[in-house]
């Protein structure tokens, strides 16, 4: 029997020692934000350790990001860049930093200084005892509006109570995780890209730290309140099938209310005769099982459209330029 032989050989991305520490930062349109972030993020990093790396997603930035993050290589090539090749927003970046950072821990963090870097060394330390993941817990959010704080309480909320796997509170995207909760992530096939219900959801031994939220140093949010309608339905629809399954025990419930009614009916007419014909009531009925039936067909569509997307499996993102980078796992290539 002949042996196949690979045709290219496979280039070993362990062939280089992978760094201690690796920081993941999404950046969409941050020029201004960019040298501010790294003058305050590396004398940090250098306190903690020197053997570590900083991997840039520029997410289709139409500003003058990627040249910053160039210049940024050039003084220093441990900060690394990865250049998507348009905008698929944080969750992806994300996704796209886990599989190329390489250190034994890593951190997303924020670009904008939200995610305050002094909590790094604190961060490691935790780690070095024996925990897993370090998440960074807001004590405050004064700097968002209310309605912001508002929607995000409530989101919260309506999650942990339908969802499997409950995010813990004030919470963000901003933690420490050890290689194997990486690797977890890195081996979760799903296209909605959840990352909030992701690090619930893979587990390991956790602990928190807080801290409190400060103002976007320079910039504005790239979160408009379409997108986190769109982002909340995500999240929910990601982590539950909940909303899915309610409607069956709604209808249940309806049927048998409505086969003891129609008995009731037919005992009425039986008795006292036919009464007035009730149109208003007759119209109600119509109307209300009507929207019923809108809202879960809508809700249906919602997860039909889901699995359509996993289905598709079109890759997660495209790289049109990387800096530095090679995969930690070829992810495309595996599948
Ligand atoms: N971001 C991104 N792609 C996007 C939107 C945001 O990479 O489509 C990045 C952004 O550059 C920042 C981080 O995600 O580093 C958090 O975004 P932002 O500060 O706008 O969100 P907020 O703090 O208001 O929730
Ligand atoms: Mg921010």
Known sequence: MRKSVPIVPRRRATDRPAPLLSLIVPMFNEEEGVEGFFARLIPILRKVTEDYEVVCIDDGSSDRTLPALEQQHAKDARIKVLSLSRNFGKDISLSAGLDYARGRAVIPIDADLQDPPELIPEM???????????????????????????????????HNWIADVRIPDNVGDYRLMDRRVVSALQALPEKTRFMKGLFAWVGFKQTGIDYSREARAAGTTKWRYWKLWNFALDGLTASSTMPLRIWTYFGVALGLFSIFYALWLVLRTALYGNPVPGYASLMVTVLILGSINIIATGILGEYVGRIYNEVRNRPLYLVRESLGLEPATPKMEQR
Do not use: P
Not at 127 to 136: I, L, N, S
Not at 141 to 156: E, G, I
């Open 124 to 158: 490691v330390a935790k780690w070095r005892e024996g925990f897993d993941v370090v998440y960074a817990r807001r004590i405050s959010r004064d700097v968002d509006d209310t309605q912001k704080r508002l929607s995000a309480n409530w989101f919260y909320r309506i």
